[in-house]
């Protein structure tokens, strides 16, 4: 039977997108049928007095994100190819931290045109015509797991949550497994989180 999973995403998130590609590697291992929805840490931070080169970064990631909320809005079946290659691009590639706006408009670009979108896309990315789709979208997951979260946010059946945090990416059944515990412990309504001190960075 298969599991359906919505799975929250920030573009610029590099904790975000190790999940991401563990769900990926899921995919190939358990039978999972994957809703992609973007939200947004420029969103969520929106209105904070945070430390100043952070909000620089916040900046950046506006774009990313509001080309996603039109993307999921007009084409959703792009969605998942998208991220896969702008995530790439970003993360392994070596171009995520960009600081102000417009910052990420040539790795926009670029991935629009590796998976065959229009360039139009792009034009949203330094405009607020897609914000309150983008807010829609972003509130769907603090509806679903509260606001005291960053992102990912995954939900498994009835329980959301935010994470796994991962630093690398399990693969094969390793990731079917991790997958396994995870549903597991979502089957229980008064399981809320598990923490510990993260000890390295992500590892893309």
Request: charged share 25%; glycine share 10%.
């Given at each position: 039977m298969?599991?359906?999973?919505?799975?929250?995403?920030?573009?610029?998130?590099?904790?975000?997108?190790?999940?991401?590609?563990?769900?990926?590697?899921?995919e190939?291992?358990?039978?999972?049928a994957?809703?992609?929805v973007?939200?947004?840490?420029?969103?969520l931070?929106?209105?904070?007095?945070?430390?100043?080169?952070?909000m620089?970064?916040?900046?950046?990631n506006?774009?990313?994100a509001?080309?996603?909320?039109?993307?999921?809005?007009?084409?959703?079946?792009?969605?998942?190819?998208?991220y896969?290659?702008?995530?790439?691009?970003?993360?392994?590639?070596?171009?995520?931290?960009?600081?102000?706006?417009?910052?990420?408009?040539a790795?926009?670009?670029?991935?629009?045109?590796?998976v065959?979108?229009?360039?139009?896309?792009?034009?949203?990315?330094?405009t607020?015509?897609?914000d309150e789709?983008?807010?829609?979208?972003?509130?769907g997951?603090?509806d679903?797991?509260?606001?005291?979260?960053?992102?990912?946010?995954?939900?498994?059946?009835?329980?959301?949550?935010?994470g796994?945090?991962?630093?690398?990416?399990?693969?094969?059944e390793?990731?079917?497994?991790?997958?396994?515990?995870a549903?597991?412990?979502?089957?229980?309504?008064y399981?809320?989180?598990l923490?510990?001190?993260?000890?390295e960075?992500p590892?893309?």
């Amino acid at each position: 039977m298969t599991q359906h999973i919505t799975f929250w995403f920030d573009a610029s998130c590099p904790f975000c997108w190790q999940t991401s590609r563990w769900i990926k590697e899921v995919e190939a291992v358990r039978d999972i049928a994957v809703d992609w929805v973007p939200m947004s840490l420029a969103v969520l931070n929106d209105g904070r007095d945070l430390d100043p080169g952070y909000m620089q970064m916040m900046e950046a990631n506006w774009g990313p994100a509001r080309v996603f909320a039109k993307v999921k809005a007009e084409a959703p079946e792009k969605v998942d190819e998208l991220y896969t290659a702008m995530g790439t691009i970003i993360h392994p590639g070596g171009e995520r931290g960009k600081k102000g706006f417009g910052a990420y408009d040539a790795v926009i670009a670029q991935a629009l045109e590796q998976v065959g979108l229009d360039e139009s896309f792009a034009a949203v990315a330094n405009t607020e015509e897609y914000d309150e789709k983008l807010r829609e979208y972003h509130q769907g997951a603090m509806d679903a797991v509260g606001d005291d979260v960053g992102t990912p946010v995954i939900k498994l059946g009835d329980s959301a949550f935010f994470g796994p945090v991962i630093t690398r990416v399990p693969e094969g059944e390793e990731a079917g497994k991790l997958f396994d515990s995870a549903v597991g412990l979502a089957s229980y309504p008064y399981f809320f989180e598990l923490k510990r001190s993260r000890t390295e960075g992500p590892q893309v």
